[in-house]
């Protein structure tokens, strides 16, 4: 183990992308062991200071890790978000009273709380604040246009500018890369990624993955179908939440283990839906099964051909939230046909559907950042 980098009080401030390392005070070396290890399983190195640190150190670190045995001399710090105390000795009570004079958002012991303590220090590297809003969009038949939404709300946000990822969550829908000409473009598919396991870097996925259209694409490739397990599912998706933004999922009707999975993580999703009898049935056993994972799960009625059933009576009969409809868009084959992706107009009934629909459910301090 290399030795801990110590920070000079009077020296001048780095420049370095060390902005987001955590800082760590203590002088006990079997504790410093500890989170130099954690620090380098996540791929950082921390600040490590003995005493009292600068304020701008203080107040600077994305996360700041106090031994107990520097507690009482910290205490009189200004208070801040992100500062733990951290002790050896489970059977020393007296450290919950220090934790509160220090202001620590939480005491923790090690190496007990080691797995804990590792997820917090990642999220505080990748600069992780307000979760992405995570938006599942699914067909209430096939062939309903569920992939084509899903892509134009990609789309529509990131053009927006809107941090965005979009994850192609079925595997025989023939790749989303497909609709947005990216077949091509070079990076990760889901094939690289079913094996994942446990926690991955939101930055380094976001770096891996095609980036049409300004936002960040995981999708199919061409090859043999491999399933993707839910644990990678989960591993993948809690990544590109934890960047922020906006992040689309298209899901397939039948909810395999990874689809369910993923809509252990969404926040809100979008049952497309084709104004016709049967495809109103078969949209109802869609929602049964998806309402038992998602509470907030709304309707969107594509309307073609002669009149048909009104849209209000579509989502009543669904028991679902009406979250508009979707008119017939002739410009969509001709997008196809010159390569442009679903939204990428700029304009016609499917790109305003999409801006009023995003301009609803995403928050209005969204961090307006590319992926």
């Given at each position: ?5 110590t920070?000079?009080p ?23 062991e ?8 996540v ?6 200071f003995?005493g ?11 996360l700041?890790l ?15 978000p ?75 946000a990131?053009?927006a500018?809107h ?6 969550g ?28 446990g ?8 770096r ?10 995981l ?6 179908t491999?399933?993707?397990?839910p ?5 993948v998706?809690?990544?590109?939440r934890r960047?922020?933004?906006?992040v ?6 039948l909810?395999e283990?990874?689809?369910a ?9 979008l ?12 949209a109802?056993?869609?929602?049964a ?9 709304r309707?969107v ?5 002669p ?10 009969g ?5 979250a ?23 304009r ?9 629909y ?10 307006r950042?590319?992926?």
């Amino acid at each position: 183990m290399s030795t801990p980098t110590t920070t000079d009080p009077h020296g001048p401030r780095s420049e370095e992308p060390a902005d987001l390392a955590p800082l760590v005070l203590t002088e006990d070396a079997a504790l410093t062991e500890q989170l130099l290890r954690l620090c380098a399983a996540v791929g950082t190195e921390p600040q490590v200071f003995a005493g009292v640190p600068p304020g701008w150190l203080w107040e600077g670190a994305p996360l700041v890790l106090v031994g107990d045995d520097q507690a009482e001399r910290c205490a009189g710090l200004a208070r801040r978000p992100g500062v733990l105390l951290l002790g050896l000795d489970l059977d020393d009570c007296d450290i919950w009273i220090r934790g509160v004079q220090l202001g620590a958002e939480q005491v923790l012991f090690l190496p007990d709380a080691q797995a804990w303590l590792l997820d917090r220090i990642a999220d505080a590297v990748e600069g992780v604040t307000t979760p992405a809003l995570t938006v599942a969009v699914l067909g209430g038949r096939g062939g309903a246009g569920a992939s084509t939404l899903a892509c134009a709300l990609a789309v529509t946000a990131a053009r927006a500018g809107h941090r965005t990822m979009l994850i192609d969550g079925d595997p025989l829908g023939g790749g989303l890369d497909v609709l947005l000409g990216a077949e091509a473009a070079e990076g990760l598919r889901w094939p690289d990624l079913v094996a994942v396991r446990g926690r991955v870097s939101g930055t380094e996925l976001v770096r891996s993955l095609p980036r049409p259209h300004g936002l960040a694409l995981l999708s199919w490739d061409r090859g043999e179908t491999s399933a993707v397990a839910p644990e990678a599912m989960r591993g993948v998706l809690a990544a590109a939440r934890r960047r922020g933004g906006l992040v689309v999922l298209d899901l397939p009707r039948l909810l395999e283990p990874a689809a369910a999975q993923a809509l252990e993580q969404t926040d809100t999703g979008l049952l497309v839906v084709p104004a016709e009898l049967r495809a109103t049935a078969a949209a109802g056993r869609v929602a049964a099964a998806v309402g038992m994972r998602l509470a907030d799960l709304r309707a969107v009625v594509r309307l073609s051909g002669p009149p048909g059933l009104r849209s209000t009576e579509i989502a009543r009969g669904l028991s679902l939230r009406l979250a508009g409809e979707l008119p017939d868009d002739t410009g969509l084959a001709a997008d196809a046909e010159r390569g442009r992706p679903p939204g990428g107009r700029g304009r016609g009934p499917l790109t305003r559907f999409c801006a009023a629909y995003l301009g609803e459910v995403l928050p209005t301090d969204d961090e307006r950042t590319a992926p």
